[in-house]
């Protein structure tokens, strides 16, 4: 079993018809869809609801997966960490914009503690940078993490994009233990959500049949459109789907 799973997962890299770019961009599209079905849930029909939300459930782990390539590949992680930073507290108000939105922002200000997917993804990137530090022992490193994820319950995908991002990149090198560990990440909150929430959220398991069949290891073009798009994406499109909602539709 373990050399079939090692035979797929390199014969992917190999033959794969998806590059980075690529994944980021379809993360990108579903994300866009995936939010305006949760905005705009009352103006659309319950099955085409449960469907945007099952594509939008690729988002939160395909963006780990990318977190943990990045702090793979970078050369500055500590620039990296920064920038996630910055554009978490760029995305903050935006997100809690879009949704909860003004009315509920106005009614009880608890709401504002409310972050996005990019701080929790910032949590996660610090969790790696803790990790591979040699001024801490692996109880302390334990404890930090646990608090990291503490810290991500006012986040979007909370404890998931901590903890799946630093499992694929401690088990970079052997993609049983990734995937397994990833699963292990995600499993227990997916289960309580779909149980609450419905299928759609089943959706997650779209990402390790698209990384493992599709994804081929390369990144793509490199260019400063690549680089920057998402970055200015996230936050102009939530600004964008609040406006629609919260202004031009109220």
Not at 57 to 71: C, K, Q
Not at 207 to 225: D, E, S
Request: with cysteine.
């Amino acid at each position: 079993m373990e050399n079939t799973i090692s035979n797929v997962s390199v014969s992917s890299e190999e033959h794969g018809f998806i590059n980075r770019n690529a994944l980021k961009y379809i993360v990108i599209v579903a994300m866009l869809i995936d939010h305006i079905g949760e905005l705009f849930e009352s103006s659309i029909d319950p099955n085409i609801y449960h469907i945007m939300r099952f594509i939008g459930r690729l988002t939160g782990p395909t963006m780990a997966f990318f977190l943990a390539e990045g702090a793979k590949y970078t050369r500055d992680i500590a620039k990296y960490q920064k920038r996630l930073a910055i554009f978490a507290a760029i995305s903050w108000l935006p997100f809690i914009f879009a949704n909860p939105g003004p009315q509920k922002l106005i009614e009880s200000p608890v709401y504002f503690l409310q972050q996005s997917v990019i701080y929790t993804l910032f949590l996660g990137i610090t969790a790696i940078r803790i990790w591979d530090s040699p001024n801490y022992e692996k109880d302390a490193k334990i404890i930090f993490i646990f608090l990291l994820c503490l810290a991500s319950v006012i986040g979007d995908w909370p404890i998931m994009d901590v903890l799946a991002p630093l499992f694929m990149y401690i088990y970079r090198d052997d993609k049983k233990k990734r995937y397994i560990a990833v699963t292990l990440a995600y499993l227990p909150m997916m289960l309580m959500v779909l149980i609450m929430d419905g299928w759609h959220q089943a959706g997650v398991l779209m990402v390790p049949l698209i990384i493992i069949f599709c994804y081929n290891g390369k990144g793509g073009k490199k260019n400063a459109f690549n680089k920057w798009f998402f970055y200015i994406f996230y936050p102009a499109h939530l600004l964008i789907l609040g406006i629609i909602k919260w202004v031009v539709l109220a």
